[in-house]
C-alpha cells in the first residue's frame, strides 16, 4: 500500500494565488522529505529537500521565497506556491524514504498533485 | 550534456516481445541505481534496483555497468500492461543527503 500521501491530487485556480500541497508519511516518521516537479514530457526535477525542523535544501535555480516549504513535524511537509502563475503550472511530487533506511535506499513517491494556472 | 540520458522513444513492440532500454549516467560517483516505472499522469513507482551483478524479477532484468557508466532494463514477454515510461534514476550523494537523478524516461508501447 501507499506509504506516502500528497493532496490535494489536482488544483485549478486564478494567476496571483496561493496554493498549498502537503505530504505525509503514513505510519511512519520522515525527517526528510523531497520536492519534486515534472513539466509534461520532461524529467522529474528535485526542488528541494525538506528537513524536519529546520530550514529547507534548495537546488539551483529555485527560488527559496517562491516555494516555501515547511516541514513542521516528522509525518507532514508542505509546499506552497506564492503568487502561483501559469508557468508555475506542473506536476508537484513529494517522496520520503522509510525509516531505517539509507540514502542508498530508493524513494517512495506520493500521488502527487497536478497544478494549472490560469 | 544531461546528467542521465536515455532514448525517450517511443518503443512500440507486440505483445510477447523482448525489448531493452538503456541509459547513461555522467558522474561516476553515482551510488545506486534504479528503475521506476511511471504511468500516464501518476507518480513514479520503483520497478526495481539495479545492481553490478544484474538483478532479475520476473520477466524483468537489470544490469548495471559501472566501468561504462551504463545501465539497462530487459523486459520479457511483454504484456500490454507493461506500457508506461521507464524512469532511469541514480542517486548522488550531497552532504547526508542521497539525491534522486531522473532520466528523461522511456515510452514503451505494447500492442496487441
Known amino acids: 500500500g501507499a506509504v506516502v500521501s500528497q493532496h490535494p491530487s489536482w488544483v485549478i485556480c486564478k494567476s496571483g494565488t496561493s496554493v498549498k500541497i502537503e505530504c505525509r508519511s503514513l505510519?511512519?516518521?520522515?525527517?526528510?522529505m523531497f520536492w519534486y516537479r515534472q513539466f509534461p514530457k520532461q524529467s522529474l526535477m528535485l526542488m528541494a529537500t525538506?528537513?524536519?525542523?529546520?530550514?529547507?535544501?534548495?537546488e539551483q535555480g529555485v527560488e527559496k521565497d517562491k516555494f516555501l516549504i515547511n516541514h513542521a513535524s516528522l509525518t507532514l511537509s508542505t509546499l506552497t506556491v506564492t503568487s502561483a502563475h501559469p508557468e508555475d503550472s506542473s506536476f508537484y511530487i513529494c517522496?520520503?524514504?522509510?525509516?531505517?533506511?539509507?540514502?542508498?535506499?530508493?524513494?517512495?513517491f506520493g500521488d502527487g498533485t497536478r497544478l494549472s494556472i490560469l | 550534456r544531461k546528467e542521465v540520458e536515455q532514448d525517450p522513444g517511443p518503443f512500440n513492440v507486440p505483445e510477447g516481445a523482448t525489448v531493452a532500454f538503456n541509459c547513461t549516467y555522467s558522474?561516476?560517483?553515482?551510488?545506486?541505481f534504479f528503475w521506476y516505472r511511471q504511468d500516464c499522469r501518476k507518480e513514479p513507482k520503483l520497478l526495481m534496483s539495479?545492481?553490478?551483478s544484474g538483478n532479475e524479477d520476473g520477466r524483468f532484468t537489470a544490469q548495471l555497468n559501472r566501468a561504462s557508466q551504463y545501465i539497462s532494463l530487459l523486459i520479457r514477454d511483454s504484456k500490454l500492461s507493461d506500457s508506461a515510461t521507464y524512469l532511469c534514476?541514480?542517486?548522488?550523494?550531497?552532504?547526508?543527503?542521497?539525491?534522486?537523478?531522473f532520466g528523461q524516461g522511456t515510452t514503451l508501447q505494447v500492442k496487441p
Open positions: 517522496s520520503a524514504r522509510l525509516p531505517g533506511q539509507g540514502a542508498r535506499r530508493p524513494q517512495h
Open positions: 505510519d511512519f516518521q520522515a525527517t526528510t
Open positions: 525538506s528537513n524536519e525542523g529546520s530550514k529547507a535544501t534548495y
Open positions: 558522474n561516476s560517483a553515482s551510488q545506486s
Open positions: 539495479v545492481y553490478s
Open positions: 534514476v541514480v542517486t548522488q550523494y550531497s552532504g547526508n543527503t542521497g539525491k534522486l537523478i
